[in-house]
T-cell receptor, first 114, second 113 residues
Framework: GAGVSQSPSNKVTEKGKDVELRCDPISGHTALYWYRQRLGQGLEFLIYFQGNSAPDKSGLPSDRFSAERTGESVSTLTIQRTQQEDSAVYLCASSPTGPGRTQYFGPGTRLLVL | GDSVTQMEGPVTLSEEAFLTINCTYT??????LFWYVQYPGEGLQLLLK?????DKGSNKGFEATYRKETTSFHLEKGSVQVSDSAVYFC????????????FGTGTSLTVIP
């Protein structure tokens, strides 16, 4: 079946502009995760949605970052007033509920802030 | 809190060499353990996993055994190939933390012919 998809695949924006990144998880996956990966770095957790529970926002680096999820489907990550340090690949992953369930990653959105 | 500590890289090996990438974890419950791989220019994909103590995950010649007594999940391969060049991430997930995932910092492996 279809995997996790993300759009756009690449985004170039000017400093100070807002950007919106989209993630379509695998159908039926109740958990959805956003990560940031800077060039040559590991994964930085941003936010985690699990079903109808309140999201875990503990990884969001500043109040310029926010994310929403519509039910158990699409999620959008919004970065307001972008800064050059926001340049990174933003990865989305989804998984079914339950312990030991595998995360499936999307291809990522490569964001470049000029 | 739960965490994963992963061997620092980068690692450079000759083809057919033996590979070990160390991973240890800290968890309050009984986590599931994973190795993910990221090939150049690609997204992360699951390499193998183990969901309980003494389980061995294996895939593509790679193996890792869930060792509760040493809180480890070291990745091994007996004979690496150039095509194994990638970044490898150790991760855990625990029901105690709402199935949140915790990733290591990644280990870059380069295999030279």
């Amino acid at each position: 079946g279809a995997g996790v998809s993300q759009s756009p695949s690449n985004k170039v924006t000017e400093k100070g502009k807002d950007v919106e990144l989209r993630c379509d998880p695998i159908s039926g996956h109740t958990a959805l995760y956003w990560y940031r990966q800077r060039l040559g770095q590991g994964l930085e957790f941003l936010i985690y949605f699990q079903g109808n529970s309140a999201p875990d926002k503990s990884g969001l680096p500043s109040d310029r970052f926010s994310a929403e999820r519509t039910g158990e489907s699409v999620s959008t990550l919004t970065i307001q007033r972008t800064q050059q340090e926001d340049s990174a690949v933003y990865l989305c992953a989804s998984s079914p509920t339950g312990p030991g369930r595998t995360q499936y990653f999307g291809p990522g959105t490569r964001l470049l802030v000029l | 809190g739960d965490s994963v500590t992963q061997m620092e890289g980068p690692v450079t090996l000759s083809e057919e060499a033996f590979l070990t990438i160390n991973c240890t974890y800290t968890a309050t419950g009984y986590p599931s353990l994973f190795w993910y791989v990221q090939y150049p220019g690609e997204g992360l994909q699951l390499l193998l996993k183990a969901t309980k103590a003494d389980d061995k995950g294996s895939n593509k010649g790679f193996e890792a055994t869930y060792r509760k007594e040493t809180t480890s999940f070291h990745l091994e391969k007996g004979s690496v190939q150039v095509s194994d060049s990638a970044v490898y991430f150790c991760a855990l997930s625990s029901a105690n933390t709402g199935n949140q995932f915790y990733f290591g910092t990644g280990t870059s492996l380069t295999v030279i012919p």
